[in-house]
Every structure is written in structure tokens, then in C-alpha cells.
């Protein structure tokens, strides 16, 4: 599976912004499918995760209430939906599939390349 970000942008605080992630090739109904984010000088941090055969969500503290995941199975696609963007929400953001219904990037073996957020004032 190849995974391909997209969507991201230069923004001003207090936007709105979606993202996207193409998945080529076949997942499986067992399969999570994650948005993680990566700052400059910063670990990478997980966002939102969704099992792909169902509705199930899990996001982390810090964008809880702001972002939204979600798919369209028959386009393959994953979404993030970002509301009210801050200054600390940039970074690159990308896409993953893991097996694990999991906060943990460790449980994510397939990874896109990223797409770079920026968030101004």
C-alpha cells in the first residue's frame, strides 16, 4: 500500500483546513488508519486514528474537538478536518496504516510522505 497526503497549506489562525490521503492499493477491513504530525525539533505526534471496516475513532488530547477523521472506503480516502488552527498546530502531517487500533506509531507499518502545514498569525 502507498499512501499520498495532501492538502496542507499556509493558513492563518483560526482557519480551517482538510486534509487527504489517497491509499493505493487494497486495505484490508482489519485495517487503522492514522494522521500523525511532526513539528521541527519535535517528536512525532499522533492526532486521530479510524478502523477502516468501521466507525470507531480515537484522537488525541490535544486536538480532541478541533480536528475529525474520517474515510470514504469506496475512494480509498482518509480525511482530517482541522477547525480553529494555532500557531502550534504546524508541522507536517502524515498519513499511516497500521494494523493496531493504536495511538502508538510503532503499531503503523505503512506511511505516506507527508503534507507540510502552516499556520500563521
Known amino acids: 500500500v502507498q499512501l499520498q497526503a495532501s492538502g496542507g497549506g499556509l493558513v492563518q489562525a483560526g482557519d480551517s483546513l482538510r486534509l487527504s490521503c489517497v491509499a493505493s492499493g487494497r486495505i484490508f477491513s482489519s485495517s487503522v488508519m492514522g494522521w500523525f504530525r511532526q513539528a521541527p525539533g519535535k517528536e512525532r505526534e499522533f492526532l486521530a486514528a479510524?478502523?477502516?471496516?468501521?466507525?470507531?475513532?480515537l484522537y488525541a488530547d490535544s486536538v480532541k474537538g478541533r480536528f475529525t477523521i474520517s474515510k470514504d472506503n469506496r475512494k480509498n480516502t482518509l480525511y482530517l478536518q482541522m477547525h480553529s488552527l494555532k500557531l502550534e498546530d504546524t508541522a507536517i502531517y502524515s498519513c499511516?496504516?497500521?494494523?493496531?487500533?493504536?495511538?502508538?506509531?510503532?503499531?503503523?507499518?505503512?506511511w505516506g510522505q507527508g503534507t507540510q502545514v502552516t499556520v500563521s498569525s
Open positions: 479510524i478502523r477502516w471496516s468501521r466507525d470507531s475513532t
Open positions: 499511516a496504516k497500521g494494523s493496531q487500533y493504536s495511538s502508538r506509531r510503532y503499531d503503523y507499518n505503512f
